[in-house]
């Protein structure tokens, strides 16, 4: 990718990757850059993998994740606004929701229920930290 599109330069288009690392050396350096939200229970497992989400614009598209555990998400850099649509056996009695988050916010949320895409506020980078928990 040129540096143009990364900066998101006027005319480039806008960018959004994840990606997940399991390594245990990589892991170690990325957690010594954050912790685990205080808050989940001392008991709590926690992945031996972890999740980066940067760009820009659209985020994720509309989907459901295959994953193990429930999910923490913590909003680094950027404002991001998530769309939640309940799974078709409850969308009779569950309404869509929609929130934003800013930077320091954590989100706990059961992405193998929810489907859910996100939206990046027009210009900004955003970065988030993520991982499971059970």
Not at 11 to 19: A, N, R, S
Not at 96 to 103: A, E, G, I, Q, Y
Not at 105 to 130: C, F, M, N, P
Request: aromatic share 12%; with cysteine.
């Amino acid at each position: 990718m040129s540096e143009s599109r990364v900066q998101m330069k006027e005319g480039e288009k806008p960018w959004y990757v994840g990606w997940s690392n399991c390594h245990p050396d990589v892991l170690s350096e990325m957690r010594q850059h954050y912790e685990m939200p205080h808050f989940l229970p001392q008991d709590a497992e926690h992945a031996r993998m972890d999740y980066i989400f940067i760009g820009y614009d659209q985020g994720a598209v509309m989907h459901i994740d295959y994953i193990s555990r429930l999910m923490w998400q913590a909003q680094i850099r950027g404002h991001k606004t998530w769309r939640l649509v309940p799974p078709p056996d409850c969308e009779d009695v569950c309404s869509p929701l929609t929130f934003r988050v800013d930077p320091g916010d954590i989100v706990l949320l059961d992405t193998r229920q929810w489907y859910h895409d996100t939206h990046i506020d027009a210009g900004e980078l955003s970065l988030t930290v993520s991982s499971e928990y059970g």
